[in-house]
């Protein structure tokens, strides 16, 4: 069965600081999703980022980048200088491609402060 | 373009009873999913339901049951309820595009707390 573990439960940072987000991830299957969900104190998950198992390629979005390494099963985010706006709970999420539709095993998120 | 909307937000019951919880996805999606999360489990996937028909399910008791209309909103039920029901229950929506690709659309929840 498929795991996802987050082995920070909260960081607490100054703005402008950097911050990452560690994750690691368990599956039998070749092909899978990973994704990064972030879940504002209003309740509702913001869908972050998606990526392939095929694809390692690191990515950057403005302030976010993600780190996606097979050999270590891990996809790490990180937050370059960070604002108030981004605390939130960070969760890190699998899908098995041979599971069809939308069924996410996430990990139990990471809590960020950004302090002013 | 209006978002995930569940119904009702915050509600309370007590043991032994039943709770209906709706949830309307974006216009356009027919992919709706369940999600019940919990300080102690976390976010843990109920069902989802796809043109009406259930086409994955989590690991929860029969008493956790679900079902779509033709215009896709959704409905979840709890039969029976139990202290260990109490949680936010989230309701995510796909795009057209990415019905099998994990992208979804979270409404605010609906915090059940039964007593």
């Known amino acids: ?116 | 373009k209006a978002g995930v909307t569940q119904t009702p937000r915050y509600l309370i019951k007590t043991r032994g009873q039943q709770v209906t919880l709706s949830c309307s996805p974006i216009s356009g999606h027919r992919s709706v999913s369940w999600y019940q999360q919990t300080p102690g489990q976390g976010l843990q996937f109920l069902f989802e339901y796809f043109s009406e028909t259930q086409r994955n399910k989590g690991n929860f008791p029969g008493r956790f049951s679900g079902r779509q209309f033709s215009n896709s909103r959704s409905e979840m039920n709890v039969s029976t309820l139990e202290l260990g029901d109490s949680a936010l229950y989230l309701c995510a929506s796909s795009p057209p595009h990415s019905e099998n690709t994990g992208e979804l659309f979270f409404g605010e929840g609906s915090r059940l707390t039964v007593l």
Do not use: H, M
């Open chain 1, 1 to 116: 069965a498929q795991k996802v573990t987050q082995a920070q439960t909260e960081i607490s940072v100054v703005e402008k600081e950097d911050v990452t987000l560690d994750c690691v991830y368990e599956t039998r299957d070749t092909t899978y999703y990973l994704f990064w969900y972030k879940q504002p104190p209003s309740g509702e998950l913001v869908f972050l980022i998606r990526r392939n198992s095929f694809d390692e390629q690191n990515e950057i979005s403005g302030r976010y980048s993600w780190n996606f390494q097979k050999s270590t099963s891990s996809f790490n985010f990180t937050i370059t200088a960070s604002q108030v706006v981004d605390s939130a709970v960070y969760f890190c999420a699998l899908s098995e491609y041979k599971a069809a539709g939308n069924k996410l095993t996430f990990g139990g998120g990471t809590r960020v402060l950004v302090k002013p």
